[in-house]
């Protein structure tokens, strides 16, 4: 073994310029470093496993969605529900976005004058002015099972707004649809809102290892080299 380490210090003048020279050659190609967040690849391809994974995305739907939960104290008034109409249509825009699960494209069916009558909560081309109208709707929302708790919550002071994204076998995918959902919700900020679901999870703990590899492990290089010199007291040997 110090046979092995004795060679390193006996060529050192080689070894640690040809070590800066591939550090940074290889600094050249982090940028294509890319990191994934898509549910596929957790699976392995002709898997049982992911024919079912696949076969159930076919029948129910894309399981990559996010959630965008609206928050004030008086939800329902007319030009708060007129901006958050805005905000769905520009989140339909998005290149990505598959559809949007809201109140303002769900049916309330309702018992009325010995009837059943089936019509939007709110309705994004004829949102009502009338307090008493919109303190019905909110009312309706809260008492459906079905509505309350993922449409709506916190007795009315929530609006939730179900982002279903497609299902891509990009490994960006994830990272640049809620970069853009993020990007748009800034132009939206008079509305108090926060954004989570599996794309965001991803596209955070992406961030994370990222800022870990640029960062934290150069960074524990440095600690670890400064603890050699401090002991050592040799600059050139802690180098090698």
Same mark, same amino acid.
């Given at each position: 073994?110090?046979?092995? =380490?004795?060679? #390193?210090? @006996?060529?050192?003048?080689?070894?640690?310029?040809?070590?800066?020279?591939?550090?940074?050659?290889?600094?050249?190609? &982090? !940028?294509? &470093?890319?990191?994934?967040?898509?549910?596929?690849?957790?699976?392995?391809? $002709?898997?049982?496993? %992911?024919? /079912?994974?696949?076969?159930?995305?076919?029948?129910?739907?894309?399981?990559?969605?996010?959630?965008?939960?609206?928050?004030?104290? $008086?939800?329902?008034?007319?030009?708060?529900?007129?901006?958050?109409?805005?905000?769905?249509?520009?989140?339909?825009?998005?290149?990505?976005?598959? %559809?949007?699960?809201?109140?303002? $494209?769900?049916?309330?069916?309702?018992?009325?004058?010995?009837? /059943? +009558?089936?019509? =939007?909560?709110?309705?994004?081309? *004829?949102?009502?002015?009338?307090?008493?109208?919109?303190?019905?709707?909110?009312?309706?929302?809260?008492?459906n099972p079905l509505i309350n708790? *993922?449409?709506?919550?916190?007795?009315?002071?929530?609006?939730?707004? *179900?982002?279903?994204? !497609? *299902?891509?076998?990009?490994?960006?995918?994830?990272?640049?649809?809620? @970069? !853009?959902?993020?990007?748009?919700?800034?132009?939206?900020?008079?509305?108090?809102?926060?954004?989570?679901?599996?794309?965001?999870? $991803?596209?955070?703990?992406?961030?994370?290892?990222? +800022?870990?590899?640029?960062?934290?492990?150069? #960074?524990?290089? /440095?600690? &670890?080299?400064?603890?050699?010199?401090?002991?050592?007291?040799?600059?050139?040997?802690?180098?090698?």
């Open positions: 073994m110090s046979d092995f =380490l004795l060679f #390193f210090v @006996r060529w050192r003048r080689i070894f640690v310029p040809l070590t800066l020279i591939l550090t940074l050659i290889s600094l050249f190609f &982090i !940028k294509s &470093i890319h990191l994934s967040g898509s549910t596929k690849k957790f699976f392995i391809k $002709n898997d049982p496993d %992911y024919f /079912l994974y696949e076969k159930s995305v076919k029948k129910f739907g894309s399981d990559n969605s996010l959630v965008i939960a609206i928050k004030d104290e $008086n939800l329902f008034e007319y030009e708060k529900l007129k901006k958050i109409s805005k905000l769905i249509d520009k989140l339909s825009e998005v290149d990505g976005v598959e %559809y949007i699960d809201s109140l303002f $494209n769900k049916q309330n069916i309702i018992y009325r004058d010995y009837e /059943l +009558h089936s019509e =939007l909560f709110i309705d994004p081309d *004829n949102i009502p002015k009338s307090k008493k109208t919109l303190e019905q709707i909110k009312k309706d929302a809260l008492n708790g *993922n449409l709506i919550g916190d007795n009315g002071k929530i609006i939730f707004l *179900n982002v279903v994204a !497609k *299902n891509s076998d990009d490994s960006q995918f994830n990272i640049v649809l809620v @970069r !853009k959902i993020r990007k748009l919700l800034k132009e939206f900020n008079s509305l108090d809102n926060t954004l989570f679901g599996s794309p965001y999870i $991803n596209e955070q703990v992406i961030n994370y290892i990222l +800022h870990d590899t640029f960062f934290t492990v150069p #960074f524990a290089i /440095l600690v &670890i080299f400064l603890t050699i010199l401090y002991n050592i007291k040799s600059f050139k040997l802690t180098l090698i």
